[in-house]
């Protein structure tokens, strides 16, 4: 098994019956090892049904993450909007703990013009609340605050990073494509990209080096940061220096494709990674 694993965020387009169990076969057929099951408006797997996600999963050697729905504000001004994000994180953490899933993914907050420094103090007194809840019942998964596309929403590389060295039980994801974007088209380099790679190894040691996760897809942008996924081909973002990267490291953990076409690009990953290590097995 390659160092890193390479999958789909969400259920493969190829995919004959889209149902989540149905991802998990056809990413096994494409000799593909991950997935991300997309809550994107809400929770849809029940504990049942997430048991047997897990079941499948186990039978087709597939990694599991979950990314929890998208409107999540912790730094909302409104209190029940924040007591709705917090929510809505622990409803995917239940969903994950009961798939076998080991990580859920999250966009924190958006800035709303209030200074960085405070964002930051209410964005991690929160998740230290949420990972307090998911520890006392016991749901061992891992949070992890995704670095963002928009200058406007909270989580730079720094602030994601400095969540998983002040909050137990979290680590980053992290979304090169966003950062790509974020700076306007900056982090497009060997150089660029070893760059975040060292600075996440110096940061948070063997516990990042060990259980990486990244999100990858072309992407367009502009002055304020991401607009749109696109695919690869359409797309300036130089993933062959980023597979090489990788190698530099030897980072262990997955790779989630958010491509519009999802395990085309996936595959394409992949085979890059392979190419450069020489490795022969399912990634």
């Known amino acids: 098994m390659s160092n890193l694993r390479f999958g789909t965020a969400g259920i493969p387009l190829s995919t004959p019956k889209k149902t989540t ?3 998990v076969a056809r990413l096994d ?19 049942a049904k997430a048991a047997l996600v897990k079941e499948r999963a186990v039978a087709h050697d597939i990694a599991l993450s979950c990314h929890a729905p998208y409107y999540i504000n912790l730094n909302s001004p409104e209190p029940e909007k924040v007591a709705a994000s917090r929510a809505r994180i622990l ?24 200074p960085p420094e405070e964002v930051y103090k209410k964005v991690r007194d929160e998740i230290m609340g949420i990972r307090q809840e998911i520890d006392e019942v016991g749901y061992a998964v891992i949070l992890r605050p995704e670095t963002t596309g928009k200058p406007s929403q909270f989580g730079d ?19 090169i494509s966003h950062i790509h974007a974020r700076g306007n088209g900056v982090c ?33 942008y502009g002055k304020a940061g991401e607009k749109k996924h696109l695919i690869f081909a359409e797309s300036d973002l ?7 990267a990788w190698q530099t490291f030897g980072v262990k953990g997955t790779v989630i494709c958010e491509s519009p076409n999802l395990e085309t ?13 020489g490795d022969r097995g399912k990634t």
């Open 21 to 23: 169990e149905g991802g």
């Open 29 to 47: 057929e494409l000799g593909l090892g991950a997935l991300e099951i997309e809550f994107v408006r809400g929770v849809y797997l029940n504990d």
């Open 91 to 114: 409803a995917a953490a239940r969903a994950a703990h009961f798939a076998g899933a080991a990580s859920v993914v999250f966009h924190p907050a958006f800035y709303q013009q209030t």
């Open 157 to 175: 590389l720094a602030e994601t990073v400095r969540l998983a060295q002040e909050v137990p039980g979290v680590l980053p994801c992290v979304d």
């Open 188 to 220: 497009n380099t060997y150089d660029a990209f070893c760059r975040v790679l060292d600075t996440l190894s110096e940061a948070l040691g063997e516990r990042w080096n060990t259980d990486a996760h990244f999100h990858v897809s072309g992407i367009d």
């Open 238 to 244: 130089n993933y062959l220096e980023l597979a090489r």
């Open 265 to 277: 690009d996936a595959l394409i990953l992949a085979q890059s990674f392979k190419q450069l290590t």
